[in-house]
């Protein structure tokens, strides 16, 4: 399960292998994806894919504006055809 935890900027899923999470900020008005980290015990499970679909669902759903500093994202938003 994906919880959103407002106080360190990230949107995380627990496993017992780590955590896996996408980090961001917000600032001037603007909430920007810093970086999406997977345990490389993880790797390839897409997971890292849900993180970005929660991240950018939950910036549509409040209207925020957005951008990306993380290779991972920017990436997720090109495949599916989202421009920012």
Same mark, same amino acid.
């Given at each position: 399960?994906?919880?959103?935890?407002?106080?360190?900027?990230?949107? %995380?899923?627990?496993?017992? %292998?780590?955590?896996?999470?996408? %980090?961001?900020?917000?600032?001037?008005?603007?909430?920007?994806?810093?970086?999406?980290?997977?345990?490389?015990?993880?790797?390839?499970?897409?997971?890292?894919?849900?993180?970005?679909?929660?991240?950018?669902? /939950?910036?549509? %759903?409040?209207?925020?504006?957005?951008?990306?500093?993380?290779?991972?994202?920017?990436? /997720?938003?090109?495949?599916?055809?989202?421009?920012?």
């Amino acid at each position: 399960m994906i919880t959103h935890n407002t106080k360190t900027h990230r949107f %995380e899923i627990e496993y017992p %292998e780590g955590t896996a999470y996408l %980090e961001y900020e917000d600032k001037d008005g603007v909430v920007t994806v810093l970086h999406t980290i997977v345990p490389d015990a993880l790797s390839g499970q897409g997971i890292a894919a849900k993180l970005a679909k929660a991240f950018y669902d /939950w910036v549509s %759903e409040n209207h925020y504006p957005m951008k990306s500093d993380c290779s991972y994202m920017t990436a /997720w938003l090109k495949r599916n055809k989202i421009k920012i």
